[in-house]
């Protein structure tokens, strides 16, 4: 199988997120530092958060506002769509 090492932005259509297993097998998460969750169908705030912890150097989420979520202290985001 493939991998994309050099992902720096990653935007996700899907119904569903798929596993962090399955998407760091396709992905080096290193790299990604914009993620586009805006058209995921079903994406609770514990798989976000999860995501987000994974992706070191991310520094743009676009997302639908959801007051639950906590943006971790490490990460600074420029933007969070509603």
Do not use: A, W
Not at 44 to 72: A, C, G, Q, T, W
């Amino acid at each position: 199988m493939h991998r994309f090492t050099q992902v720096k932005s990653l935007m996700l259509y899907c119904s569903k997120l798929m596993s962090l297993d399955i998407l760091q097998t396709i992905l080096d998460f290193n790299q990604i530092e914009k993620l586009d969750v805006l058209y995921v169908g079903t994406l609770s705030i514990h798989e976000l958060d999860e995501l987000v912890k994974h992706l070191p150097r991310l520094n743009s989420l676009i997302m639908e506002y959801h007051l639950l979520f906590v943006v971790p202290s490490e990460n600074s985001y420029s933007s969070i769509r509603k």
